[in-house]
């Protein structure tokens, strides 16, 4: 089985300041990962993913994750963070059987 | 243009009562799903249709019955509205059941009273 585990619920950061959202998976085989947002009375909105190729991955605004599978993490990273990122991030993984599986999620709170 | 669109946006209604929340999308995919959020944010998939055809179908009780007409629809509807089925209901649609990307819409805000 695979699942998500996302090791923050919740993170305040300051405007401008860096900011880390930490994602674990558990899975024996290849995954796909993906980290989405929620903006407050929103869908989600996907953010980036990893499917295959470089660790590597750059998203949107300015969101940056990096797939390391011997730590079987995928953590989420922004060096400069706006009052607009206050949101919920989700950590997803998709199973071997196209299931979507996300984790808890982190309220990101950004103040100024 | 809205890719994936819900209809409605916020639905309140009584313990007892039959509703019906209906989910488009213009994007041309194969597969559509409905996932259900509890209050605690917890996204959890319920159902996913591929070209029409039924291919997830999560532990679901049965009065929840989705259908879908053609491959750009997805309805989903709820009999015997219950106190724990308040939650947002979103509907996402994929290129195909891989699921490489999914694209979800705004949710249904659904309160049960």
């Known amino acids: 089985a695979q699942s998500v585990t996302q090791l923050d619920s919740q993170v305040p950061v300051f405007e401008e300041a860096p900011v880390e959202l930490r994602c674990n998976y558990s899975s024996s085989v290849s995954v796909y990962l993906f980290w989405y947002v929620q903006y407050p009375n929103q869908g989600l909105q996907l953010l980036l993913k990893y499917l295959s190729g470089s660790t590597l991955v750059k998203g949107i605004n300015g969101f940056e994750a990096e797939f390391n599978k011997s730590q079987t993490s995928f953590h989420l990273r922004k060096p400069s963070v706006h009052i607009s990122d206050t949101a919920e991030y989700f950590c997803?993984?998709?199973?071997?059987?196209?299931?979507?599986?996300f984790g808890a999620g982190t309220t990101v709170t950004v103040r100024a | 243009d809205t890719a994936v669109s819900q209809t409605p946006k916020y639905l309140v209604t009584q313990m007892g009562n039959d509703k019906s929340i209906k989910c488009e999308q213009n994007l041309g995919h194969d597969t559509m799903y409905w996932y259900k959020q509890d209050s605690k944010k917890f996204l959890k998939i319920m159902f996913s249709y591929n070209n029409k055809e039924l291919i997830i179908n999560e532990t679901v009780p049965n009065r929840f019955s989705p259908k879908s007409p053609d491959k750009a629809h997805l309805n989903l509807h709820i009999n015997s509205l219950e106190l724990g089925d308040s939650a947002v209901y979103f509907c996402?649609?994929?290129?195909?059941?891989?699921?490489?990307?999914?694209?979800f819409g705004q949710g249904t805000r659904l309160t049960v009273v």
């Open positions: 996402a649609s994929s290129p195909t059941q891989e699921g490489t990307e999914a694209f």
């Open positions: 997803a993984v998709r199973r071997n059987d196209y299931k979507l599986s």
